[in-house]
């Protein structure tokens, strides 16, 4: 007995030290969710533990917000949607409402220009830029936190989809420099850059990088503009630090972003392009940054990074952000659901029911109640005949059977008429297949599919691991004459 206490006395030591050495560090988690609505069924618990969480592309918009997303107890939440497309893109940040300081200033975009209040230089810098600043803050892709220390960017970077995208993207990339530049230089502050940067940094962090130059028409890895700019902000040759590389820097496959669509997940063929970019002199403060690729719900993964509870962090008098137009709790439509629910929690009690008397039982008509039965022994008589042993079917089949066979065999030839095709064994594996449905627009979309089961890898993989691209319509389309 006294063997069992001490352990127990143990444990508890050991779980108090643990709260208090996850107590002395901030940590922050930044992650791609694709869908707020969709990951808060998967984890309803997602902002446990950390101070501060960012998400981004949460694909919600403002009139369909419910307030489960919005008002979330011990947070206070900072939203950004799109303007120009409702449900696409959008970002949010959650912070501890226990967390000091809270921040003396939030703004929304990257311009400056949907605030209002920017500095004559970079508004130069902006208004100089091919994409206007109203197109680059329409799309509700950053939110930026003034703490007094540092500086939080929030961004979900646009992706380099094809060539139309590219100048809006790196004029996004450049703004994100300049207001960083910004913050380091003129107000001394430091700088968190933490999001999707939808850029691959090194070859490292890529599962296939050669495929990828062949693709791009390259021999540089990083001989693409949003890759050199990624480069030229890291060390050596920028002012922060990767922090997530910076303590894994040999990791291989790293990865925290993978192609759903063709299941590569499994196989871990994807790409690291999400990021937590930390200015340099912050470096006294780091304590760990790592992805937790275990988490589902998204085809990304979380990243975060833990500093020291030393970083010179001191409670804010100015209070701005409690009238913040992007916090949650000041959207008119859950202030007005508060005052209805405090509203029904003031309710009198209700009056005990009367009895009903026993002279006024309710009955149905008689005429009603023959007319439902007659209906509901015809119905049990129709679905009794339907599912006898011998079906209409069989006795038609046993009336014409002849000598060319028995009723058995005529039954299995009429029954192998709307047997459903089995699925098919790819070649090299010699398994069952998979199904799939085409989605993309087109002369082939909604005809489905077999394609080999295993998940997708390099080319020069091995083809006992990974999938033999082996592909078989279900149904061959009829040539046009």
């Known amino acids: 007995m006294f063997f069992f206490l001490l352990i127990n006395l143990v ?39 950390n101070l501060i969480q960012t998400l981004f592309e949460v694909k919600c918009q403002r009139s369909k917000l419910t307030k489960d997303m ?24 959650y912070i501890k409402d226990t967390f000091q ?5 939030v703004y929304e975009g990257i311009t400056g220009i949907l605030d209002g209040n920017i500095d004559d230089d970079v508004d130069k810098f902006v208004y100089d830029l091919n994409t206007p600043a109203e197109i680059l803050d329409a799309e509700g892709r950053c939110i930026i936190l003034d703490f007094g220390f540092f500086v939080l960017f929030n961004i979900y970077f646009p992706n380099y989809s094809n060539e139309t995208r590219v100048e809006f993207k790196m004029d996004y990339h450049a703004c994100v420099q300049k207001r960083a530049e910004y913050f380091l230089n003129k107000k001394g502050k430091q700088v968190l850059i933490v999001g999707d940067v939808n850029a691959v940094h090194e070859e490292i962090d890529h599962c296939d990088p050669k495929q990828s130059m062949k693709d791009h028409d390259i021999t540089d890895f990083k001989d693409l503009p949003h890759r050199r700019w990624l480069d030229n902000m890291i060390e050596p040759h920028g002012k922060f630090v990767d922090m997530t590389r910076h303590y894994h820097p040999g990791r291989e496959k790293m990865y925290t972003c993978w192609n759903t669509k063709i299941n590569a997940r499994p196989s871990n063929f994807g790409t690291r ?13 780091f304590q760990n940054s790592d992805i937790q690729p275990n988490i589902m719900g998204s085809d ?11 970083m010179p962090l001191t409670a804010a008098n100015n209070t701005t952000h409690n009238t913040s137009l992007l916090l949650a709790a ?17 309710q009198t009690s209700v009056a005990p029911q009367q009895p009903i008397a026993s002279d006024t039982t309710l009955k149905r008509p008689h005429s009603v109640s023959n007319e439902s039965s007659n209906r509901t022994s015809k119905r049990r008589i129709t679905m009794e005949h339907f599912f006898s042993k011998q079906s209409k079917q069989d006795t038609i089949l046993k009336t014409t059977t002849s000598n060319n066979g028995s009723y058995a065999q005529q039954k299995e030839a009429w029954s192998s008429i709307f047997k459903p095709r089995e699925i098919p064994k790819c070649k090299f594996h010699n398994e069952p297949c998979v199904e799939r449905t085409v989605t993309k627009k087109g002369p082939n979309l909604g005809r489905i599919f077999y394609v080999c089961s295993k998940p997708v890898g390099p080319q020069d993989g091995s083809k006992e691991e990974y999938s033999c691209n082996f592909f078989l319509w279900k149904q061959q389309q009829s040539s046009k004459k």
Not at 101 to 105: A, G, K, L, R
Not at 330 to 346: A, I, P, R, T, V
């Open 300 to 310: 990304h993964c979380p990243v975060y990074a833990e500093f020291s509870s030393t």
């Open 101 to 105: 300081p809270q921040p003396i200033h």
């Open 330 to 346: 000041n959207f008119s439509e859950f202030k007005q659901q508060n005052k209805l629910s405090n509203y029904f929690l003031k």
């Open 70 to 93: 919005a008002i979330v107890p011990g947070y206070d939440a900072y939203f950004s949607f799109s303007k120009v497309k409702l449900g696409y893109s959008g970002v949010v940040v």
């Open 273 to 285: 392009i999400d990021y937590i970019l930390a200015s340099a002199e912050l470096r006294p403060w």
């Open 11 to 49: 444990v508890i030591k050991v779980y108090v030290y643990i709260l208090i050495l996850i107590s002395n560090r901030m940590k922050v988690l930044t992650w791609n969710v694709n869908g707020l609505a969709k990951t808060l069924q998967y984890y309803p618990c997602i902002y446990l533990m």
